[in-house]
């Protein structure tokens, strides 16, 4: 099922109003759907270098809008459903200092989730989930898809498709690698 959903994703890219399929894809992607917007970002920039920007600001819109979805399950259905589970567990003493916890943190885990290739819709709904202030986690959202989406249309406008390679297989991990080095030096300036 995944394939197939990968490739009516990748298909989009070449439709003829692929910018609003862009937009559907990265709004659905940040609240549940399994399939990056990356996937059609990269081949529509491609085909067309010149809209390279406002591509990116397409998915970048479209992305944080589907965060505020994905926000709002975590906010509304968590309470519904999730919230009596745990009651009849007795686990509800430990979800409350799990949200103080993930809410001290919060923005950080937005902006690594959003640049890295972890799934951006898992922290969109535990962000509504554990009440996070909905100013930091909007703000931290449009950094970070910002970040991530601008990057791959600044590098794909200035060298074309010999850097699709590079952005397809390592972006993330360069992402990821450089949130890690963040994350040593803030320690380092804090503990040594």
Do not use: C
């Amino acid at each position: 099922m995944i394939h197939r959903l990968y490739t009516w994703t990748l298909s989009l890219a070449e439709h003829p109003r692929a910018l609003w399929a862009l937009a559907l894809v990265a709004f659905i992607e940040s609240s549940f759907f399994p399939i990056p917007p990356d996937l059609m970002l990269i081949p529509m920039i491609l085909a067309a270098r010149s809209q390279a920007f406002r591509i990116a600001f397409v998915a970048v819109v479209a992305s944080v809008a589907g965060g505020l979805f994905g926000y709002a399950i975590g906010a509304f259905a968590f309470e519904s459903i999730g919230q009596p589970i745990l009651a009849s567990l007795g686990k509800e003493g430990s979800m409350a200092a799990f949200n103080e916890k993930f809410n001290a943190y919060g923005t950080w885990a937005v902006l690594i989730a959003g640049v890295t290739p972890f799934p951006f819709k898992v922290i969109t709904i535990m962000s509504g989930w554990t009440g996070m202030s909905l100013m930091p986690f909007v703000l931290s959202a449009l950094v970070a898809r910002g970040l991530r989406f601008f990057a791959v249309a600044l590098l794909l406008y200035y060298f074309g498709p010999p850097i699709r390679r590079f952005i397809e297989k390592h972006l993330g991990l360069v992402f990821t690698g450089f949130i890690v080095i963040l994350g040593a030096g803030f320690f380092a300036i804090r503990y040594l």
